[in-house]
T-cell receptor
Framework: QKEVEQNSGPLSVPEGAIASLNCTYS??????FFWYRQYSGKSPELIMFIYSNGDKEDGRFTAQLNKASQYVSLLIRDSQPSDSATYLCAVKVNRDDKIIFGKGTRLHILP | DAGITQSPRYKITETGRQVTLMCHQT?????MFWYRQDLGHGLRLIYY???????DKGEVPDGYVVSRSKTENFPLTLESATRSQTSVYFCASRTDGLGYTFGSGTRLTVV
């Protein structure tokens, strides 16, 4: 059974600080990794994807991947109240057609 | 408009009734997916389709039926609605190598 694990939170971070969201996955064959943001009452929105070990930066967001440890993280620098949302980690195994989602971490940025 | 649209946005139905949720995408993406999202369970895959006339079960297919006669449409039918099918339903499509794009969702209440 492929699994994607996230701490449900809520994770409270002061405005302007770095928010760190973590995710572990069970299948070593996983090749593609995604982070989605979901505001309350809205649909998930893709914000980052990463395929290779290391870091990938996009604006205030950095995705980090460590395949040996089966660990993916998302860093949000200079956190803003508008970053308050649930963040879903998702993993795709190449031999499968599907993406497996974690249950999400609720992030709350404190003004 | 380009994108992926779901209808209706909200639906209330009675136990035992058949109800169909619609999903339409304008990109000609091969893959389409139906998820339900419930508190405590996250996103769970119901059915997916790799192309027209090709469908496959996901994690929670019981009580649901799908069809895909055209690439752009992927309706989900609840044959005899039960209260346990009260949920938010998301349709998504995928381009090869990238994550999913989600529709706005349908909030279904079975009374």
């Amino acid at each position: 059974q492929k699994e994607v694990e996230q701490n449900s939170g809520p994770l409270s971070v002061p405005e302007g600080a770095i928010a760190s969201l973590n995710c572990t996955y069970s299948d070593r064959g996983s090749q593609s990794f995604f982070w989605y943001r979901q505001y309350s009452g809205k649909s998930p929105e893709l914000i980052m994807f990463i395929y290779s070990n290391g870091d990938k930066e996009d604006g205030r967001f950095t995705a980090q991947l460590n395949k040996a440890s089966q660990y993916v993280s998302l860093l949000i620098r200079d956190s803003q109240p508008s970053d308050s949302a649930t963040y879903l980690c998702a993993v795709k195994v190449n031999r499968d057609d599907k993406i497996i989602f974690g249950k999400g971490t609720r992030l709350h940025i404190l003004p | 408009d380009a994108g992926i649209t779901q209808s209706p946005r909200y639906k209330i139905t009675e136990t035992g009734r058949q109800v169909t949720l619609m999903c339409h995408q304008t990109w000609s993406h091969s893959y389409m997916f139906w998820y339900r999202q419930d508190l405590g369970h996250g996103l769970r895959l119901i059915y997916y389709s790799a192309a027209a006339d090709i469908t496959d079960k996901g994690e929670v297919p019981d009580g649901y039926v799908v069809s895909r006669s055209k690439t752009e449409n992927f309706p989900l039918t609840l044959e005899s609605a039960t209260r346990s099918q009260t949920s938010v339903y998301f349709c998504a499509s995928r381009t090869d190598g990238l994550g999913y794009t989600f529709g706005s969702g349908t909030r279904l209440t079975v009374v």
